[in-house]
T-cell receptor, first 114, second 115 residues
């Protein structure tokens, strides 16, 4: 089976706390790509990051960081020192090499309280 | 500016009427997709197209139809057969060429309300 699981339906933290969004994927392919998207209240999905299966280096972009671990089939997303503007729904997604469409997880709704 | 446009942003229709949602992209992407999102829910794939004049059903195609006569355009028609059409509709596109970034880019969406 090829699927993406985001077990956390909703997370609520106070501003300035660190928060990690979990993503677990399943695929039989050895070549695949993982993505994270942000959906703010306006509705449009914004692309955040792409990772391919051959690159397990963690990535940091400002307050955002991503931890890709093939051993646990996880691609977790951490926001450091969260801000109210980070409030959104976040989707993890998978594209395996033989696929014609991206598989999305069910999303995690993140609320940052002032 | 390169991107995906969807129009209109808000659309109201009476029950029983067909309605067509527009999606245009100038990213030169081969593949285009339509998703439906209900409040508080994830994305569900309606239809997708890998190439002009060809398209495939997604997970919830019943009550919808599409066409792909031009690479840039992938309109979605919500027919009267769709039992509960009120939702947020998102269009997306991506490149399928090897060696090119392959993430999907999304349009701003259309909120359809059927009265």
């Amino acid at each position: 089976a090829q699927k993406v699981t985001q077990a956390q339906t909703e997370i609520s933290v106070v501003e300035k706390e660190d928060v990690t969004l979990d993503c677990v994927y399943e695929t039989r392919d050895t070549t695949y790509y993982l993505f994270w998207y942000k959906q703010p209240p306006s509705g449009e999905l914004v692309f955040l990051i792409r990772r391919n299966s051959f690159d397990e280096q963690n990535e940091i972009s400002g307050r955002y960081s991503w931890n890709f671990q093939k051993s646990t089939s996880s691609f977790n997303f951490t926001i450091t020192a969260s801000q109210v503007v980070d409030s959104a729904v976040y989707f993890c997604a998978l594209l395996y090499s033989s696929a014609s469409k991206i598989i999305f997880g069910s999303g995690t709704r993140l609320s940052i309280r002032p | 500016d390169g991107g995906i446009t969807q129009s209109p942003k808000y659309l109201f229709r009476k029950e029983g009427q067909n309605v067509t949602l527009s999606c245009e992209q100038n990213l030169n992407h081969d593949a285009m997709y339509w998703y439906r999102q209900d409040p508080g829910q994830g994305l569900r794939l309606i239809y997708y197209s890998q190439i002009v004049n060809d398209f495939q059903k997604g997970d919830i195609a019943e009550g919808y139809s599409v066409s792909r006569e031009k690479k840039e355009s992938f309109p979605l028609t919500v027919t009267s057969a769709q039992k509960n059409p009120t939702a947020f509709y998102l269009c997306a596109s991506r490149s399928t060429q090897s060696g090119v970034y392959n993430e999907q880019f999304f349009g701003p969406g259309t909120r359809l309300t059927v009265l």
